[in-house]
């Protein structure tokens, strides 16, 4: 059980302040013209003390004068213009379950050319069925799957889980596995009952074990990658013995998802460890028309930096171990909520509720961001650059350029208020009953919700007020 700052809550809480603390390249930049820019207005202050005393005015106009100098050119408004910005966007961000790590990423963002989506789980469900399973003439379908799965119980991946679960649902209880080993992407190894037994890709079982595949699980491996679906081959004494076939379902949301993604002028690919035959079909359901398939985790890494390589500016969307190195390489990094800690860490953004179409509402909440912050910097830069010479030719009361200084300051915190009304661009259907978790629960985040239901207000997508900092989660609860 996790506890105090282990838990999901204070991990996303330390990401937001995080964020929100942190500075942009474009604060930077505006701290340094900052740094430039008060010595040049005190010089400028002087200044223009000394020519009204030049030209015979009194000390009392030529003090007015550069007193005014000093208030309007105050850079209150280039102080707030950045951290006003980001902590409302990043606040409305979490609202909306979008957790941007820093401040960096905002300009990572506006350079995004190519997004590169990992299939299983972030495209798909990741929830995959076992269809059927095909054995050799002569060998028991329920032999075949207690191995089989036995075997996959040991592992982790997807696929593996679902035919450890097919297995124990069909048959009970599993035979412990000794001597476990696993070729990440490929396929795995142990001993069940004495046995040697092996699950995987047909290339890994013909080239790593030597062994041949029969040709009716060859015609079956046809048929279902025709299909979109994916072959797992089991084999011990050294023959391959039988074809287990998974499906996994593509996400409702998915080819909305992409259709955003290009509406925003990126373009979308497909990259995955499966077969390319299932990879096109997934694609061509998602409106996705590059694939890139049949990759080893290892080498999605490579993949990403051959995309740089060539120009393109890439963001990478995962949610698994395996997508961690990739994400941690791309541009910017989006990590479903859903995946793994692993995911998350490497990422620069967490789409908490694991809908892919988040990803576009994180990429234009992130572009407003930045186009806020620069809006902030212009205005407050012009209005100094404007109002400086009126003050010096003594035309401003130090009083109406107090009031002026303060107005700047109001009008950037309110360009930034804008920020909160940014709506992503397909919302909840209002009047759908949602749970959420009471504040006083003890239990862990990813526990059991209490019995209270609310139907959420049409402008207000969760209960934020009766839960506070409420979270967004993909299994339909709000939690806090």
């Known amino acids: 059980m996790s506890v105090g700052a282990d838990t999901k809550l204070a991990q996303i809480a330390a990401l937001v302040e995080r964020a929100q603390t942190g500075k942009a390249a474009v604060q930077r930049l505006a701290d340094r013209v900052s740094a430039v820019f008060v010595p040049v207005v005190i010089a400028l202050a002087v200044g223009t003390f000394g020519v009204w005393m030049l030209t015979g005015a009194s000390a009392s106009t030529a003090l007015t004068a550069a007193i005014a100098v000093v208030i309007i050119a105050c850079p209150c408004a280039l102080g707030l213009a ?4 980001l902590m409302v966007g990043t606040g409305r961000g979490a609202q909306l379950g979008l957790l941007i790590s820093g401040p960096e990423v905002l300009e990572s963002t506006r350079r995004i050319d190519t997004v590169v989506l990992d299939k299983t789980g972030t495209v798909t469900e990741g929830r995959m069925r076992l269809v059927k399973v095909v054995p050799t003439a002569g060998e028991d379908e329920a032999e075949v799957l207690r ?3 036995a075997l996959e119980d040991a592992s982790e991946h997807p696929i593996a889980a679902t035919i450890a679960q097919a297995a124990r649902e069909r048959l009970g209880s599993l035979p412990p596995v000794t001597g476990f080993a696993n070729t990440q992407g490929r396929g795995v190894s142990g001993t069940v009952e004495g046995r ?13 074990q030597a062994l041949r595949l029969p040709a009716e699980l060859a015609r ?8 979109g679906r994916t072959v797992v081959f089991a084999a011990w004494d050294g023959q391959v013995r039988a074809a287990l076939v998974v499906a996994d379902t593509v996400k409702a949301t998915s080819a909305e998802a992409v259709a955003d993604l290009k509406r925003l002028g990126l373009t979308p690919l497909l990259l995955t460890g499966d077969n390319t035959a299932a990879a096109r079909a997934v694609a061509a359901e998602v409106g996705i028309d590059r694939v890139i398939a049949e990759v080893h985790p290892e080498d999605k890494v490579a993949e990403v930096r051959r995309l740089q390589e060539h120009g393109c500016v890439v963001a990478m969307v995962g949610d698994g171990v395996n997508d961690a190195a990739a994400l941690a390489q791309a541009d910017l990094g989006l990590a479903m909520g859903t995946g793994t800690d ?3 860490a490497a990422s620069d953004l967490t789409l908490v509720r694991g809908d892919l179409r988040a990803a576009g509402d994180a990429i234009r909440l992130a572009r407003r961001t930045l186009r806020t912050i620069k809006a902030n910097l212009f205005w407050a830069f012009a209005y100094n650059v404007a109002a400086l010479p009126l003050a010096a030719l003594g035309m401003l009361n130090p009083m109406i350029a107090g009031a002026a200084m303060a107005s700047s300051s109001v009008f950037v915190v309110t360009n930034s208020l804008r920020l909160r009304r940014f709506q992503p661009l397909h919302r909840r259907p209002a009047g759908s009953v949602l749970s959420w978790r009471c504040p006083q629960a003890t ?5 059991p919700p209490c019995r209270t239901s609310i139907s959420p207000h049409p402008r207000r997508p969760g209960p934020e007020s009766f839960c506070p900092g409420a979270i967004w989660r993909s299994a339909g609860r709000w939690w806090c």
């Open 82 to 85: 950045t951290p006003t910005a």
């Open 147 to 149: 191995l089989a799965g």
């Open 196 to 208: 040697t037994v092996h699950a995987g890709r047909a290339s890994w079982l013909e080239e790593r």
């Open 220 to 227: 079956t491996r046809d048929a279902a990658e025709a299909e």
């Open 342 to 344: 692993a995911a998350i």
């Open 443 to 447: 239990a862990p985040l990813g526990g």
